[in-house]
């Protein structure tokens, strides 16, 4: 009898695993086996805590840029972070460097060294208005002229071809695709961007990704993993109105910036959960992972911001990772230097058990 029990706890215990994995699967049907496995050990992860993550880190800080090994977050805390975030902004203008003179060179071997090292990367594109040529941030209505059949159309997937390519030229020391995560289009509910609020509907909003994701594939990428990430929302409803789809969407994020600290201390902790809060419901549902995909407070002005704010705001939740902004200049910062007034707590939260950086990711084993 106790042997009998024994062999059904075990196979409930084999069924509830097996059903784990059937049901989060990455939503590219030909996804590489490394990219499956992949996407996989991402939510096996959200059981154990969430990972940090930082923008152009390896790229440069505060004081440096381009120097070899070198990241704030390892200056303070003496490991790099678990996730690694990169910007393919002026990919489409064949230009050797991005928008914010980080070279596409140096960001395929960064992702290669993130990579090797059992780390993250993820990936933003601000790229240019296809109409005018003008910024990312230029608002002249344009998504209805590149959907497909759009006068500039053509232009606009000679763009997308650019980045095809950068993708599938990301490979590990064995030749095998390196997978990624994309985050497309994002912030699109705010009005900065010409994908944004104001400047599409959200039936071309929902076109404009889809045909992204199926371009994509269609040119045979097949390590992508596809972030959906608005800005901060009100509730569901809202968080959905753009939604391109389950079929279209991997992870579901937001991006959240404080503003005016302290004062909005604690409004920025209840936001965070209540968003997070729903992101994390409307997941649970349809087996996506969740992320903060990008944060900060610019400047970090309050000492305890991690422990006090961040962490305050993510405890309760089960997510897979935070990213905070670059260290661009010393007045547009989002992770700290030595000396910077919230090094202290920063190195008391990345030792929190939830918090993951580089080392302790590394023996997560995230592609294996
Ligand atoms: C913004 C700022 C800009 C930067 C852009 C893309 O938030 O940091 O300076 O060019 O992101 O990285």
């Given at each position: 009898m106790k042997i009998y029990i024994k062999y059904q706890l075990l196979f409930l215990l084999l069924m509830m695993v097996i059903t784990l994995n059937a049901q989060y699967s990455p939503i590219d049907k030909f996804a590489t086996p490394q990219t499956k496995i992949f996407y996989k050990n991402l939510v096996r992860q959200t059981q154990k805590g969430f990972m940090f993550g930082h923008q152009d880190d390896l790229a440069y800080g505060i004081g440096w840029k381009e120097v070899e090994g070198e990241s704030d977050v390892k200056r303070v805390t003496g490991q790099y972070p678990a996730v690694f975030g990169w910007d393919l902004g002026h990919i489409e203008l064949d230009s050797s460097k991005n928008l914010d003179g980080v070279s596409f060179e140096k960001i395929k071997k960064y992702i290669q060294d993130v990579h090797a090292q059992g780390g993250v990367n993820t990936m933003t594109w601000h790229l240019?208005?296809?109409?005018?040529?003008?910024?990312?941030?230029?608002?002249?209505?344009?998504v209805k002229h590149i959907?497909?059949?759009?006068?500039?159309y053509s232009l606009y997937q000679s763009w997308l071809n650019k980045v095809a390519v950068f993708f599938k030229s990301l490979k590990d020391e064995n030749g095998n695709p390196i997978p990624i995560i994309f985050r497309p289009?994002?912030?699109?509910?705010?009005?900065?961007?010409?994908?944004g609020k104001n400047h599409c509907s959200p039936e071309e909003y929902k076109q404009l990704y889809q045909d992204l994701v199926k371009y994509m594939s269609s040119q045979g990428v097949h390590n992508v993993v596809y972030a959906y990430s608005t800005d901060n929302f009100l509730d569901e409803t809202d968080y959905l109105e753009r939604y391109p789809g389950n079929d279209f969407v991997d992870i579901l994020g937001f991006d959240s910036y404080q503003k005016n600290a302290p004062l909005s201390n604690k409004q920025f902790i209840s936001d965070l959960r209540r968003m997070l809060s729903t992101i994390g419901n409307y997941g649970k549902k349809y087996k996506k992972i969740t992320a903060i995909t990008e944060t900060g407070l610019e400047?970090?002005?309050?000492?305890?911001?991690?422990?006090?704010?961040l962490l305050k705001g993510i405890n309760n939740h089960k997510i897979s990772y935070v990213l905070v902004w670059r260290n661009g200049r010393p007045d547009h910062y989002y992770a700290p230097y030595p000396q910077q007034i919230s090094a202290n707590n920063f190195k008391k939260f990345t030792k929190n058990p939830k918090v993951y950086l580089g080392q302790k990711i590394k023996t997560s084993k995230l592609y294996n």
């Open positions: 240019r208005n296809p109409y005018n040529g003008k910024t990312a941030w230029d608002v002249d209505s344009v959907l497909i059949n759009g006068d500039k289009f994002h912030e699109h509910n705010g009005s900065w961007f010409w994908w400047t970090i002005s309050e000492s305890k911001w991690w422990t006090n704010i």
